[in-house]
Structures are given as C-alpha cells and as structure tokens.
C-alpha cells in the first residue's frame, strides 16, 4: 500500500500516542506525517517577535489562535511534499479551524486516551520538552475536552470519524488504524 493519496487527521489528546502513529502511517503509506506542534516549536525557537510569542503561548498550555494556526499550517501544506496527502496531527483543533480547513479530508482518526493514562504517558517521557509542565499538561487537556471535542462531532457529521482504543499496544491500536483506512 504505497503512494496512496489520503488526507488523514489524527485527533487526540496530548500524551494519546498521534506521533508515533503518525509516524508509522507516514512509513506504510510514503504520505508525509505533519504536526503542528512540531512546526510551532520549531518556530518558537526563531528570535523573532513572532517565535517569542508562540513559545510563551505554548509553555503557558494555551492554544495558539484559529487565524494565526490556519495561516501557518494551510501554508505549509501547500508545499509540495504534501500534493500526495498528509497526515496532520493536532490541527483542526477547533470547529472554526475544521470548517475555514476546505482540505479533503477522507478520514479523521480520534486516538481515544483518557486523562489519566495521557499524564502518565507523558510522565514517563525521557524526552520532556518546555511545554509540558504539569499545569500547561492540565490546562491542554481540559482545552481539549472543552474546545476540540465539539470537532468529533463536526466530523462525525460529516461521516469520516474513526474512533480508535488508544489505550491498548502501540500494534494493536496501528492495526485499528490500518482497518479503517483500508
């Protein structure tokens, strides 16, 4: 299953495992894995005014605002290495990011995780990065209930919603995924 073209959203709370998913899908199916907290971390270690202000939005465990979030990543994707498919991870995160996001998207995978299991996750990370302090831990969790959930059902809606236990092996939860996309 090589060079297919899909445009997979994974959705998650923090600490759900989209990364490593993302990551494996990106080697089954050759389609690039894109996470935008990978591209605003990257850009908040710019010494820019900009990259200043994400880092300190991010380590405050706040999101970073639909406008400025739709322009970043809808620019990125408009590169070439994405005219195949992607796979996006932690965008949309809000309904008004979903709808003003006019990409194809065939399939929304949501890595169902709950609270607890997401901080213990994290808290056995090696790699523990600057945002991930307890109370921006806290803080992103309960954004997510409260602000990305209402997504779910925008794409439930829309019929391309697959529910996955995220809670079992890392194979077990890659073999969920793999179904659904077949």
Same mark, same amino acid.
Do not use: C
């Given at each position: 299953?090589?060079?297919?073209?899909?445009?997979?959203?994974?959705?998650?709370?923090?600490?759900?495992? %989209?990364?490593?998913? !993302?990551?494996? =899908?990106? &080697?089954?199916? $050759?389609?690039?894995? /894109?996470?935008?907290?990978?591209?605003?971390?990257?850009?908040?270690?710019? %010494?820019?005014?900009? !990259?200043?202000? =994400?880092? &300190?939005?991010? $380590?405050?465990?706040? /999101?970073?605002?639909?406008?400025?979030?739709?322009?970043?990543?809808?620019?990125?994707?408009?590169?070439?290495?994405?005219?195949?498919?992607?796979?996006?991870?932690?965008?949309?995160?809000?309904?008004?990011?979903?709808?003003?996001?006019?990409?194809?998207?065939?399939?929304?995978?949501?890595?169902?995780?709950?609270?607890?299991?997401?901080?213990?996750?994290?808290?056995?990370?090696?790699?523990?990065?600057?945002?991930?302090?307890?109370?921006?831990?806290?803080?992103?969790?309960?954004?997510?209930?409260?602000?990305?959930?209402?997504?779910?059902?925008?794409?439930?809606?829309?019929?391309?919603?697959?529910?996955?236990?995220?809670?079992?092996?890392?194979?077990?939860?890659?073999?969920?995924?793999?179904?659904?996309?077949?």
């Amino acid at each position: 299953m090589k060079d297919r073209t899909m445009h997979i959203v994974l959705i998650g709370i923090q600490g759900a495992g %989209k990364s490593t998913q !993302g990551t494996m =899908l990106s &080697e089954k199916y $050759n389609i690039p894995y /894109l996470s935008s907290g990978h591209i605003f971390r990257e850009m908040a270690k710019e %010494k820019t005014k900009l !990259g200043r202000w =994400l880092k &300190e939005t991010m $380590n405050s465990g706040a /999101l970073i605002p639909d406008t400025t979030t739709l322009e970043i990543v809808l620019t990125y994707i408009e590169k070439p290495e994405y005219a195949n498919g992607y796979i996006l991870d932690g965008f949309p995160r809000t309904v008004a990011q979903a709808k003003a996001f006019n990409g194809s998207i065939e399939h929304v995978i949501y890595l169902n995780v709950s609270d607890k299991e997401a901080l213990w996750r994290i808290s056995g990370r090696t790699d523990v990065r600057e945002d991930e302090t307890l109370a921006a831990l806290r803080k992103r969790i309960s954004l997510f209930h409260s602000v990305t959930t209402p997504v779910l059902d925008y794409y439930k809606d829309r019929g391309v919603l697959h529910e996955v236990d995220g809670e079992v092996s890392v194979e077990e939860v890659f073999a969920q995924i793999t179904a659904v996309l077949k």
